[in-house]
């Protein structure tokens, strides 16, 4: 009867649109859900710096590696407020950290895709980062109060991200014939991860349903993925360049274009683990922790010496 009555109250809040905080009363799915929806945020944020931060030594200009240095640096940031948004609920950053090395946790399908020459980064933060922000504006409004609150600051820095991308992809689509082929490849390359990496369709997904009525998504995936090809082939057209998909058109009548299908086949092997770089993503990640244990060590030691201290009143 209890639990009747705490679920009772749960719907109440999420019909009332109010957020749920870390110490009321939730369904175990929820809860579940929203762990699996946050480390694999987290998660995304931190393999996503990968691809990037190997071209930070290559960039073509002292600005341009301060910015994306200063990018890769947001991204790490991000990650930590959602591993901290996720700890809320019950789980802790090593068993979340455990999950993303054994393979059992997944990230973006995205960051598995490599980085070939300098207009890549330009579409990731044009196309990648465009993509994602489709997906964390409704974030800010989710409703898990912890995850909220941590999407505001993210969404700023996010929106950054995808004017930069943007900037590089001008600079090199209005520049010479060669830059401007560098800029296409890119797009014709990234476009179509782009649009596999706001999820499956939705007959495909076995979450969003749930997902919109527990208000954590407030938009399905194909609904997502609509508004972002609606934003992004302007852009395209201002730049000069051609969204590789030859069904692409504009429809009168739904005040949207009708594109083609994507590679679900791909993308379910990316995210099985046999994407270009998955292997590669996640041995780098492996060692980059191997090699961190003894700042972790040191820090957990000062920390345990520092509360020895003031228990003792010194």
């Known amino acids: 009867m209890e639990t009747i009555k705490l679920q009772e109250i749960f719907d109440a809040k999420i ?107 330009g579409a990731i933060g044009w196309l990648v980062d465009g993509a994602a922000i489709m997906n964390q504006v409704m974030l800010q409004r989710t409703s898990y109060g912890p995850y909220a609150r941590a999407m505001v600051r993210i969404c700023k820095e996010e929106s950054f991200h995808q004017r930069q991308g943007y900037e590089i992809m001008t600079v090199l689509a209005k520049g010479t014939p060669e830059q401007k082929e560098l800029a296409q490849d890119a797009l014709n390359r990234f476009w ?48 000069g360049l051609k969204i590789p998909d030859k069904d692409l058109k504009w429809n009168e009548a739904k005040n949207g274009y009708d594109f083609g299908e994507a590679n679900w086949e791909e993308f379910f092997n990316v995210v099985k683990g046999n994407g270009p770089c998955n292997k590669e993503r996640l041995s780098a990640r492996v060692k980059a922790h191997e090699n961190g244990a003894w700042v972790r060590e040191a820090a957990a030691a000062y920390a345990a010496r520092e509360s020895k201290r003031g228990n003792n009143g010194n």
């Open 15 to 121: 019909e009332k649109g109010d957020t749920i905080e870390p110490k009321d009363w939730m369904p175990e799915n929820y809860r579940k859900t929203l762990i699996r929806q946050i480390s694999q945020h987290a998660h995304s944020e931190i393999v996503g710096m990968l691809p990037e931060g190997n071209w930070i030594t290559r960039a073509p200009s002292l600005r341009r590696k301060m910015v994306l240095l200063a990018k890769v640096q947001d991204e790490g940031g991000h990650g930590l407020y959602l591993y901290s948004a996720a700890e809320t609920m019950g789980i802790s950053r090593d068993e979340m950290i455990d999950q993303l090395h054994s393979g059992k946790a997944k990230y973006s399908s995205i960051f598995n895709y490599p980085t070939l020459s300098w207009a890549d980064i």
């Open 192 to 239: 179509w991860p782009s649009l596999m990496m706001l999820g499956p369709t939705d007959k495909e997904s076995p979450n969003t349903e749930q997902s919109v009525k527990w208000k954590i998504k407030r938009e399905t995936n194909d609904e997502v993925r609509q508004k972002f090809v609606d934003r992004t082939v302007p852009q395209a057209d201002i730049l």
